[in-house]
C-alpha cells in the first residue's frame, strides 16, 4: 500500500491573536475592541487618507459593523457631547501607537517581522486509493 502526502493547515491553531483586545467606552457605551487584521491596516495605511472613512473602518474593524454604524449615529446626532470625530481619531491613535495604549501597531510590526516563525504546519501520511485496474478486452477474451 503506497502513501502520498497531504498537507494539513488548521487556521484555528496557527492564527494567534496579534494584539489583546481592549474595552472602550464611546459615549457611555462599553465596546469590546480587537486589533485589526493586518491586511485591513495595510489597505487603511495605503489610502493615507485622513477623513470620516479611515475612522469609519477602524471602528468597523475594531468593534464590528453593527457597533461601528451604532457610534456612527452617536457621531450625527446632538448627544452626547464627547462623541466627536477628533475623540474617534484620537481613540484610533491611542490604540495604535500611543506609549500608553496597548501599542497595536507594535504587535502588528512584530507579527509580521515574525512570519514563518511561529507554529508550522504539518504533513501526515494517508493511504493512497487503490489504483482501479479496467479489464482490457485481451483479458476478457482468456477468461472465457
Not at 502526502?5 to 494567534?16: K, R, S
Not at 472602550?24 to 495595510?42: M, N, S, W, Y
Amino acid at each position: 500500500m503506497s502513501t502520498e502526502p497531504v498537507i494539513v493547515i488548521d487556521t484555528a491553531t496557527l492564527a494567534t491573536p496579534v494584539a489583546p483586545s481592549v474595552h472602550v467606552r464611546i459615549g457611555g457605551k462599553t465596546f469590546e475592541a480587537h486589533c485589526p487584521k493586518d491586511a485591513v491596516l495595510f489597505d487603511i495605511y495605503e489610502t493615507g487618507h485622513k477623513d470620516i472613512t479611515v475612522v469609519r473602518r477602524f471602528l468597523t474593524a475594531m468593534i464590528g459593523a453593527d457597533e461601528a454604524a451604532e457610534v456612527e449615529k452617536m457621531l450625527s446626532s446632538p448627544k452626547p457631547e464627547d462623541v466627536t470625530f477628533v475623540t474617534l481619531y484620537k481613540l484610533v491613535r491611542y490604540l495604535m501607537n500611543d506609549p500608553k495604549g496597548p501599542k497595536w501597531e507594535d504587535a502588528v510590526v512584530g507579527s509580521i517581522r515574525g512570519l514563518g516563525s511561529g507554529v508550522t504546519p504539518t504533513t501526515q501520511k494517508v493511504a493512497a486509493k487503490k489504483p482501479v485496474k479496467r479489464a482490457t478486452a485481451a483479458r476478457k477474451a482468456t477468461r472465457k
